[in-house]
Each structure stands twice: as C-alpha cells, then as structure tokens.
C-alpha cells in the first residue's frame, strides 16, 4: 500500500531539531549502559567513552553513522509478488507478535501450543491485508524454551509464502533465523544479505540500556545484512519523563545509539526508527495504550524519523483485556496515529489484545477489518468525467434514484467498501439471525478461514533441507 496523504505534523521543525539536539547531549554527557562487551569493543573503537557499561557518545559520529543506513529497502519473501518494500511512502501492516498467552471465543485466555500457532498462521495467511507476519503470534509453550524457535521459523516457512520477522533474542536464535530463510529462498548468506528478507525488532531497556541477548541478536542480523528496527519501550512517567517531550527525547536517544552501534557492525545495513512511546495510568503504574499521548507520539516520532531519512515503524495497541468496545476505539487510535504519522510498518497491526500479553483470534479479525478499511481510505477519491457522472445525473434527473442507472450498473460490485466482519443489515434482519455481536461474527471468519485455508506449495527438497537443519540444530542447542 500507498500513503498519498501528507504526514500529521505534531511538531514544528524548531522543535524537532531542539528534541535532536536534547537527545545527542544526552547521548555525550550521560551516555547508554552497554552490557554487551563485544558491543562495547566496537563503539571505544570508533571513539566513543567507555567507562565500565557506560558509553558516551560523540554527536558527529552519532550524525555521520546514522547517515549510512539507506532510506528504504526492500524484504523478500518466499512468494516474489508479496515482497515488500520498507520506506518512502509504503505501508506494510504486520500481525501480532511474540504475547504469552493466546485467546478465543471457544477455548478462552491459555499458554499457547504449537498447534495453535499454526492455526493462527493460516489464518494470517488468508488475510491479504496483512502483509507480513510479526516473528510468532505466541509463543509455543509446550516446547522446549531453548529449541522454539526452530519450530516456529519451519511453521512460518511453511505455512506462508508472506515475509516474516526474525528473532534478535540472542545470537543463536537471529542465527537460525537467518540460516532457515537463506534454505527457504534456495539461497546463503551472502546472496540474503545482497536482497535481505529478514526484519527484526530490536528493544532497549528504556531508561538507556542495552542489554546482551538484544546486542547479540542486533549484531548478528546487522552483520549478515537484515533490517532492524530500532524500538525503545518508552512509557511517560515510568520508565521516561512524565513529559512526552521527555519521552520523546530519551527514545530519540536511544534509537540513535543503537542506530550508531547498527551501522558501525555493518555500513549501510538496513534499519528502522521504531517508536513506541505510551504513558502510564498514574493512578496504578500500568501501561496505556491507544491513548491520545500515543496518538500524539506517534505521530512526533514520524517526524523525528524522517529528519534522519529513516523509515518509520508504530504499531496498533490496546491495554483492554477483553475483545470489546475499549479495544477496537483504543486500537482506531493507534493506527490513525501510525498511518498519518507516516509509519512505514504497522507492527502488532492486527491480534494484539491486553497490551500485548494475548494474542486474539477474534481480535485478528477485528483488526483485519479496520486494516482494510484503512487500506480503503488510502485510495484517493477519483475525479474524472467519468466519476463525476453528469451525464447520469441528467438523466436520471431531478426527484430520482440512481439504483438502475446505467452508471451504477457499471460500478456496483466495486463502487464502494465491502466489509469483513460489520453486518450492515437491519434490526429485523440481524434478530432473525440470531443477533451475533461483532465478536461472534469474527469468530465465525476465523474458523471459516482456518478450515478453508490451504498451505502454499514449498519445494519437498526445500522442506527435507529445513527438516534436516532444525533436528541438527536441537540436537546442538539441547546438550
């Protein structure tokens, strides 16, 4: 998808440059904890202060590494004709990933399995308007912890031909990643990092810390030429000022740090400015999601993304534990915060429940529809004789209807929006049937496109290859 609207402007330009420059001389004079040694061994290289974990860093290095990184790229995924490209106007909307626990209609909130991860993959599958898969819906909780990952990384093989995020948690999981897309595209290592295909969400630990298992995972997938995005978890009044300025001003630093670290691993490598600044309700600590600050941040942050040249990730939140009003309200702000902020990747655009702990299958669903929806309104409204129809006008002429014109019957089965889930019937209608809420209407399309849906072919030697690789891969990770 296109956006050809202009971005929301939250901030004026002398405002930017001043949350740029407050950002840089946090960077110089309090500096990032690094607990990565190696991570840090690169950055005292390149000149910047290292004293213990902290690194402090020089403003002009800052600048002329972050420079490096292209403004867009694009994803290859396993089907050619869904790959992406990351930047300039594009919009790519992902799917949840990485909650806890999964939920639906039927079988309520649990622990996820692996079989149910699968299940929501095809699900993910069928939606066309979701263009990449999020780097697991859930995680698999009846597997090993330290071996997961190779399961999940053969489903998304597998069960989609769309592109999907890799895993930075740690060096043996962005490396699996890595080698299990290179078998699934008939290609290696160096042929991935000419056309990348994996991208990746990198989290500092907000305040001004990056830990080891996300310093492993950036280094290997930078090094080995994947996109990563760069995503500080900054809540206002928590781990950040209770100021969005604040806020704003310690995720720009972060991101600028980790920018730094990125480009000095690998020149030019990839990457992505993720902004995901919220707040807190100040009454119990816990995070807000889908609020008017996020809204407003988000739409900062995009600005704060396109003054480095950088392409620009949000996401669709909600803090409701429920597939309710609250969430679908919570989650219409977020995205209208993402895509007129000029986000390049929705992230978590569609499942996300409970500030992320739960995956939804109904709220899959729900998501899907506002997507398209939203997808619908990127379409700019066409003006031509032809649209304007004066000619039907007059003829059909004053105290009329249009429903037999020649012009409607021209149009009709593409005139307008078709929707998903919204059951535009009257009362009468709708009772009839039963009376079903939006909720149970989702569940239906879920479960109808999970028993509809249909695997995309994968060569079998492709797949023996895979097979072969995780079996050897466990047996090392499990001694």
Same mark, same amino acid.
């Given at each position: ?25 946090? #960077? ?18 390149? &000149? $910047? ?85 999020? &780097?697991? +819906? ?14 999940? $990384? ?5 069960? /989609? ?7 930075? #948690? ?6 699996? $990643? ?6 699934? /595209? ?37 090094? @080995?030429?994947?996109?990563? $995005? ?7 009044? @928590? ?29 030019? @490598? ?39 040249? #950088? +392409? ?28 007129? &902020? ?47 129809? #004066? ?27 078709? +929707? ?21 209407? @989702? ?8 028993? !509809? ?11 023996? !290859? ?14």
């Amino acid at each position: 998808m296109v956006n050809p609207y202009e971005p929301i402007r939250m901030l004026s330009d002398d405002h930017v440059e001043h949350v740029h420059r407050a950002s840089l001389t946090l #960077l110089h004079t309090t500096g990032m904890r690094v607990l990565h040694p190696p991570a840090r061994r690169l950055l005292a290289e390149a &000149g $910047c202060v290292v004293d213990d974990l902290m690194v402090r860093f020089d403003p002009e290095l800052v600048e002329e590494m972050v420079a490096r990184a292209p403004s867009s790229f694009v994803l290859r995924a396993r089907n050619p004709a869904r790959d992406l490209t990351i930047g300039g106007r594009h919009v790519v909307f992902t799917s949840v990933g990485g909650p806890a626990f999964a939920s639906d209609a039927e079988r309520g909130r649990r622990p996820g399995s692996h079989a149910e991860q699968a299940e929501y993959l095809r699900v993910i599958q069928a939606l066309d308007v979701i263009q990449q898969e999020g &780097g697991g +819906p859930f995680e698999a909780m009846d597997l090993a912890p330290e071996t997961r990952h190779l399961d999940l $990384c053969l489903s998304l093989i597998r069960l /989609l031909d769309k592109n999907w995020q890799g895993i930075a #948690l740690g060096r043996d999981r962005a490396a699996d $990643c890595i080698d299990m897309a290179a078998i699934a /595209l008939g290609t290696d290592r160096d042929g991935l990092a000419a056309a990348p295909a994996l991208l990746t969400i990198v989290n500092t630990n907000t305040p001004l810390t990056l830990d080891i298992p996300m310093a492993e995972g950036l280094i290997e997938l930078a090094g @080995a030429g994947q996109a990563v $995005c760069v995503t500080p978890f900054t809540l206002a009044g @928590a781990m950040a000022p209770a100021t969005l300025a604040g806020a704003l001003a310690l995720q720009n630093a972060e991101m600028l740090a980790v920018g730094t670290l990125i480009q000095l691993v690998r020149p030019g @490598a990839p990457m992505m400015y993720g902004s995901f600044t919220s707040n807190v309700d100040m009454r119990s600590g816990s995070p807000a999601f889908g609020t008017p600050e996020y809204t407003k941040a988000a739409q900062a942050s995009g600005q704060l993304a396109r003054r480095y040249g #950088l +392409p620009f990730r949000s996401s669709n939140t909600t803090t409701s534990n429920a597939v309710d009003a609250q969430a679908a309200y919570e989650s219409a702000m977020s995205l209208w915060g993402a895509v007129m &902020g000029g986000a390049n990747l929705v992230n978590h655009a569609a499942g996300w429940l409970e500030g992320g702990l739960t995956a939804s299958f109904e709220k899959l669903i729900i998501d899907a529809e506002m997507l398209q929806m939203m997808a619908s309104y990127l379409q700019p409204i066409e003006v031509d004789d032809a649209s304007l129809g #004066l000619e039907a006008i007059g003829a059909v002429g004053p105290g009329g209807h249009f429903f037999g014109s020649p012009h409607t019957l021209e149009r009709y089965e593409h005139a307008f929006y078709s +929707p998903l889930v919204s059951d535009w019937r009257n009362f009468e209608t709708w009772a009839e049937s039963g009376s079903p809420d939006t909720t149970e209407r @989702a569940h239906r399309i879920w479960r109808r496109l999970l028993d !509809e849906s249909v695997s995309p072919t994968l060569d079998a030697a492709i797949d023996d !290859e895979l097979v072969e690789f995780v079996a050897h891969r466990k047996e090392v990770l499990s001694r």
